[in-house]
């Protein structure tokens, strides 16, 4: 027997106990008439096996009743336990709905608008892919190497929501095979771009990335996720998705930088998702490709943190002055209210 919020679904076998207890027959005794196992006729007054025509058939036979009625009975049965679980599944996904950050994925155009919980469920089952939201569990499901904030419940499930969006944005740009290689060889280049505009080195790492098997992904901040990047495999194709979450230069470079990172480190695609450990690693890559470690060594042992030689030190590394600036914030060299004049602000249309 299964049971829903609104259904019943009651095996043939409930009948088939009810014409024995009439009868007065065992089970034993109406095994050999039927010339089945007793074991098998247990699991059929259960509901565990399926009535088959061939069993209507012996049905008629013993008890007299028409092969076409037990037919009909299994029929009506199964037809119910499909939809009592399906009424079950909408039932567990629609708290697992409850979770999302629904209307602002819909005012970014991700999903449909719609207050009926009924429909959110289906639009969200439809935007990641899935027969049922619980799946979205699975390892084989979510393989994302991210950089967070803060990890809740729902951060996690709007993670999800903005990763989704990105892989499938990535699905319509065309990537070369992927090339670690490749990726090495241009970060010098991609490094260059920091001191331009938004407008001029998108569509510039765009193409780098692309050439590399990487498809670059730009998206609005969703609230709740706590998210600056994440880079994850699908199909062919590396995706990485960026926010400008901030909107700070320095912040969307070394967020980028650590998504690379985790290529270059082989962090992509593992079991259990980053560590503790990868993202430190991740973190260190980032800001020692930015800045050369032995480089912002001498910066700091000359102990000179003034806008002028920030402005000078960043200029011989030939990057934008507010990654120097971030850094050192982030060390604690200064306070983060200081020298925030040189940490431009991005406005990227995404």
């Known amino acids: 027997m299964v049971r829903s919020r609104s259904l019943i679904a009651t095996p043939p076998g409930a ?151 990105a892989k499938l944005r990535a699905r319509d740009i065309q990537t070369a095979p992927i090339s670690i290689k490749g990726l090495m060889d241009s970060i010098p280049e991609i490094r260059r771009m920091t001191v331009l505009s938004p407008g001029e080195f998108c569509p510039m790492i765009k193409k780098s990335l692309s050439d590399c098997g990487i498809a670059l992904v730009l998206l609005p901040h969703l609230t709740g996720s706590f998210l600056q990047g994440a880079s994850f495999m699908d199909g062919n194709k590396i995706v990485v998705g960026l926010t400008a979450r901030g909107k700070d230069a320095d912040k969307f470079w070394f967020s980028l930088f650590h998504e690379l990172a985790h290529i270059v480190l082989g962090h992509i695609g593992q079991r259990n998702g980053t560590s503790d450990a990868d993202e430190e690693a991740a973190d260190n890559w980032s800001e020692d490709t930015l800045i050369a470690l032995d480089a912002f060594e001498s910066f700091r042992s000359d102990r000179d943190y003034s806008e002028r030689s920030v402005i000078r030190f960043a200029g011989e590394q030939g990057i934008a002055p507010g990654i120097v600036v971030g850094r050192m914030q982030r060390e604690g060299l200064i306070k983060y209210s200081v020298l925030n004049n040189l940490k431009e602000k991005y406005e990227i249309v995404v």
């Open 15 to 165: 009948t088939i106990k009810e014409q024995l207890n009439d009868r007065g027959m065992s089970q034993k005794e109406f095994a050999a008439r039927m010339n089945m196992s007793e074991k098998h006729i247990s699991r059929l007054i259960n509901g565990d096996v399926q009535l088959t025509p061939e069993t209507a058939v012996r049905l008629e036979m013993v008890l007299g009743v028409p092969a076409k009625f037990w037919n009909n009975l299994e029929a009506i049965y199964r037809d119910k336990i499909v939809k009592a679980e399906a009424e079950n599944a909408m039932d567990a996904d629609a708290e697992i709905a409850k979770q999302f950050p629904y209307r602002e994925m819909a005012k970014f155009g991700w999903v449909p608008e719609t207050g009926e919980a009924g429909k959110k469920v289906v639009y969200l089952r439809k935007y990641f892919e899935v027969v049922e939201l619980s799946l979205l569990e699975s390892e084989q499901i979510t393989r994302i190497a991210c950089r967070r904030l803060a990890i809740t419940k729902k951060s996690d499930l709007a993670l999800m929501a903005w990763a989704q969006e």
